[in-house]
């Protein structure tokens, strides 16, 4: 039950970590975007900005999935 328990606070103890570095990110680029588009409180910036993201975390996470795959064979 104690290994349990460490792997799961591990586990989340990564996860906050993650969560973090997300929110880094996302002020980082929101910033950037407020650069490039003025203010980013328009439709059209915040419509730009979420597809652009989207698209990102798209293809980060098939680029993790194919290093992963590499990785254990």
Same mark, same amino acid.
Not at 41 to 54: F, G, P, R, S
């Given at each position: 039950?104690?290994?349990?328990v460490i792997e799961?606070? *591990?586990?989340?103890?990564? &996860?906050?970590?993650?969560?973090? &570095? &997300?929110? *880094? ?8 975007? *407020? ?32 290093? &992963?795959?590499? *990785?254990?064979?």
């Amino acid at each position: 039950m104690k290994k349990d328990v460490i792997e799961k606070l *591990a586990a989340l103890i990564t &996860a906050a970590f993650g969560l973090v &570095a &997300a929110l *880094a990110w996302n002020d980082t680029i929101k910033a950037i975007f *407020a650069k490039l588009f003025g203010t980013g409180d328009t439709i059209i910036a915040m419509l730009v900005y979420a597809v652009v993201v989207t698209i990102i975390a798209v293809v980060v996470t098939i680029q993790i999935g194919k290093a &992963a795959n590499k *990785a254990t064979k």
